[in-house]
Nanobody, 125 residues
Framework: QVQLVESGGGLVQAGASLRLSCAAS????????MAWFRQASGKEREFVAV????????DYADSVKGRFTISRDNAKNTVYLQMNSLKLEDTAVYYC??????????????????WGQGTQVTVSS
C-alpha cells in the first residue's frame, strides 16, 4: 500500500500563490504517476494535474494551465503543486492521488489506487 499525506492548504487572497505538498510512503516503488484532484463544495471531483513518477512528464487541466505547476522530488517521495495567480474558482479541497496505471488514464480519478485525506484551499476576494 501507498500512504499519501497532503499539506500546504490555507486561506489566501485572489492573485496570491500557494504550494501544496504530498508526501508518499509505503510501497512507493509501485507508483507510476501521481496527480492532484480537487472538489469544490457541491461539485464533482475534477482532475487538476498529473506527473509521471519516473520521467517527470506532466499534464494539466485547461483551467489551471499556465498558473499551476506540478513537480516531484523522487528522493523525498514528494509531489508538489505550485499554484500561482489563484482565482476564487480555485477554492476546493485538493487531493493527492497515486496510480500504478498507464499514462493514458491519467485524468480518471476512479483509476487511482491511493488517495490522501485532502487539504482545503480557500481563495478570497
Amino acid at each position: 500500500q501507498v500512504q499519501l499525506v497532503e499539506s500546504g492548504g490555507g486561506l489566501v487572497q485572489a492573485g496570491a500563490s500557494l504550494r501544496l505538498s504530498c508526501a508518499a510512503s509505503g510501497r512507493t516503488f509501485t507508483i507510476y504517476k501521481m496527480a492532484w484532484f480537487r472538489q469544490a463544495s457541491g461539485k464533482e471531483r475534477e482532475f487538476v494535474a498529473v506527473v509521471s513518477w519516473s520521467g517527470g512528464i506532466t499534464d494539466y487541466a485547461d483551467s489551471v494551465k499556465g498558473r499551476f505547476t506540478i513537480s516531484r522530488d523522487n528522493a523525498k517521495n514528494t509531489v508538489y503543486l505550485q499554484m500561482n495567480s489563484l482565482k476564487l474558482e480555485d477554492t476546493a479541497v485538493y487531493y493527492c492521488a497515486a496510480s500504478r496505471g498507464s499514462w493514458g488514464s491519467r485524468a480518471l480519478g476512479s483509476l487511482y489506487d491511493n488517495w490522501g485525506q485532502g487539504t482545503q484551499v480557500t481563495v478570497s476576494s
